[in-house]
Every structure is written in C-alpha cells, then in structure tokens.
C-alpha cells in the first residue's frame, strides 16, 4: 500500500558504538526520505565516531574503527542531515526508543537547532509488537516473505522498515494510512523530553517520569527542590533531557 503522506517522510536507521544513549555516538546513518508522490530518495553515511567502536558492536554491525578512521565526524555532516530531514515526518524500527533519541543528542553536540518535538515518529515496532510480538528479521518475513539480507547494516534495515510498514498497512484494516494517526499508535506515552525521564500527563503538564518524584509536576517539584534542578544538570542524563528541564524551568521563572 502507498503510504498517505501530507508531508515528506524520513525512514532511518542508526549503527552505533553501542546501546547508551547518553554516551555512545553513530557509526553509520542511512536515511530513505520518501515524498507525497511516492518519490523515494536514499542516502548512507559512515560517522567517525570520535571513539573507540566497542568488538562486541562491532560484531553485530560489521563496522570497525578502521572502517571509520577517514570519515567525517557528526558534527561536520549534521547541518546536512538537518537539512534533508526537515519538515520531515521520521520512522523507524524501535525508533522512539533508540534511533530518535540517539539523533537527538547527536544534534545538540553538534550546536545544531532542530526542533524536532513538531515531528510525527512512527515507530514501526511498536505496531508490528501490537500486532505479531516478534523481530525486524521475522517482521520482513511474515509481512514481505522475503528474507532479510544483510540484517543489521543500516541500509538493509532502513529499506526493510519501510517495507514492513506499506505490508502492515495492506494486513490491518484497522490501522489508518494516516502518519498522525501512526505516530500516536506507535508511542508508548507522550514523552516531553526523547528519553522518556519527563512526560505529559493526562492534562498536558510536564510530570516526571522516574525516581522518587515519579508523577509528580516538574514545575512544582522544582519550586520545592531547586536541588534537583542542579542534581539532573549533573548527573547521567541526555542533554535532551537537561534541555527541556532547563525550558520548563525558565518558563517558570519568566511566566513564558
């Protein structure tokens, strides 16, 4: 099925050093921007990623440090990755979880302004665990009936995502040719920040999603406990999630 699209469409996919999102850094980008007319336009790119590429990830994904060694860093690329993926809609597979928070931290290292909460992210996962509970791999096989070669490099599963997706469209009725509706089908809550530490409550406020203030309103809890504030700032958290802490904090402060 051709996917009903308002706006361009970006399907990625990341290798990575490894699985923390709040230190480990890209390898390895392909993107597949697919437009309202059905238009598809791809593009790979290998990342220095400025470390040492762990064995055991390197293993999974087949990139090593001297496969990397001449290619250029995030920074040095991002402002081009922004400008192909804007006024995009992103997907991917376990996207929400990983690949939209891992992009999102690379940008802020790199001093790049995105706004990228205005995006719908369709998380193609989410729907095939809703649906089947099973893999990429296994996803490919029993939507596509292929088998997925070259699993785990970025193009073959950035390719492959997109395919699962258009297949699960024919299979689900119930399931709208909408990106809006798809992205709100495939999140798991409404998330403030990427990695989930601060959400939006059934009113739309900002709650905390962790630790001893769990579900409780940011914006008290900092009047409260200033200490926090500065306890997050130095702590193991994404810079996103410092990042919109730091907005909701200053919103509070200047009434904006």
């Known amino acids: 099925m051709k996917l009903n699209l308002k706006n361009p469409i970006v399907f990625f996919d990341l290798e990575t050093t490894g699985t923390n999102i709040n230190a480990d850094r890209i390898v390895e980008i392909c993107y597949l921007k697919v437009y309202p007319n059905g238009n598809e336009e791809a593009k790979t ?14 293993k999974i994904h087949g990139i090593y440090d001297e496969d990397v060694i001449d290619c250029p860093t995030f920074k040095e690329v991002a402002k081009d990755i922004a400008k192909d993926i804007e006024g995009c809609d992103l997907a991917g597979f376990n996207s929400n979880r990983f690949d939209i928070p891992v992009l999102a931290e690379e940008f802020l290292r790199a001093d790049v302004d995105i706004d990228m909460s205005k ?12 649906m089947e509970q099973r893999t990429l791999s296994a996803a490919y096989k029993f939507y596509c009936e292929k088998n997925l070669e070259d699993a785990h490099t970025a193009e073959a599963d950035t ?25 709100e089908y495939s999140s798991f ?8 530490r601060i959400v939006f409550n059934d009113n739309g406020v900002e709650v905390f999603n962790f630790g001893k203030y769990k579900g409780q309103i940011v914006a008290e809890v900092l009047k409260k406990d200033s200490g926090y504030y500065s306890w997050i700032l130095n702590g193991d958290f994404t810079l996103n999630t410092k990042n919109v802490l730091t907005k909701i904090r200053l919103r509070e402060l200047t009434g904006k």
């Open 159 to 183: 390719r492959a995502t997109y395919e699962v997706l258009k297949a699960q469209l024919d299979r689900y009725p119930e399931l709208k040719n909408d990106m809006a509706f798809l992205s």
């Open 45 to 58: 790119l290998r990342i220095n990623p400025g470390m040492h590429i762990p064995e055991e990830s390197s």
């Open 189 to 196: 809550n409404r998330n403030a920040d990427f990695a989930g």
């Open 119 to 130: 995006r719908k992210f369709i998380d193609v996962q989410v729907i095939f665990h809703k």
